[in-house]
């Protein structure tokens, strides 16, 4: 009889430190992110030299803007393989539990599911949008790349209200997720005891929070006036 082998990384702990390190890149990516847009708060010289500097990292060994299309291509990559391991790992459990009970209490795992799906179809579509409004302009009514300042004021102008409007909400579902990830991750770590539980809970929301603070203080100071 043939015996099959599965290999490592598709078993379920290799999926799962596929999630994990996936997930930690993409965590940096959006600290680094959000830094990078608070600058806006410091001027428009200010944030529009670092926005330049960007598109010169790598130069000269790196010609033009090669380090963010790297960079870009790097987290398509993590954000791919963070979702075939989750929809892996999601369609093993829905395997090893066949029968479906008709009477069940919701559980907290239910309804994070439930969350990561609309907030992940929603976070595609925003990223999709973001792409063409920010990085190539088309959608932009500004769109142009030397006036990176201008673009972002314009982008979310007051009569623009259902840009920050759908900005917000992907944003929510981004804090959702991190809530999620990081109370997971936590527990991973050892914290599974009542109180354990509780301080990774608080640490995950706090966390979520006050990422999902730090991207929206941009779109609401320019729809304030705070930044024009």
């Not at 099959?4 to 430190?17: N, Q």
């Not at 201008?150 to 759908?166: H, I, K, S």
């Not at 579902?173 to 809530?179: E, I, K, S, T, Y």
């Amino acid at each position: 009889m043939a015996i099959t082998t599965r290999s490592p990384i598709r078993s379920s702990v290799g999926l799962k430190a596929v999630m994990a390190v996936t997930g930690i890149i993409l965590v940096l990516f959006l600290i680094a992110h959000m830094l990078g847009n608070l600058k806006i708060f410091t001027g428009e010289t200010s944030f529009d030299d670092y926005a330049h500097w960007l598109r010169e990292i790598g130069t000269p060994v790196l010609p033009g803007v090669w380090f963010l299309w790297i960079q870009r291509t790097g987290l398509v990559v993590a954000v791919l393989a963070h979702i075939w391991a989750a929809t892996t790992l999601a369609l093993r459990a829905r395997a090893a539990r066949p029968v479906r009970y008709a009477h069940r209490r919701p559980v907290q795992g239910s309804y994070a599911a439930r969350t990561m799906r609309w907030g992940g179809v929603l976070i595609g579509l925003f990223v999709i949008y973001h792409l063409l409004d920010l990085t190539t302009g088309t959608l932009n009514p500004v769109g142009d790349p030397s006036r990176p300042y201008a673009n972002v004021v314009a982008d979310f102008a007051p009569e623009r209200w259902y840009v920050t409007l759908f900005y917000t909400l992907a944003i929510v579902a981004v804090g959702f997720h991190l809530r999620h990830g990081v109370f997971s991750a936590l527990r991973s770590l050892g914290q599974q005891t009542p109180r354990g539980e509780r301080r990774a809970r608080a640490v995950a929301l706090v966390f979520a929070v006050a990422l999902c603070a730090g991207y929206l203080a941009v779109p609401f100071a320019v729809l304030t006036g705070w930044v024009d």
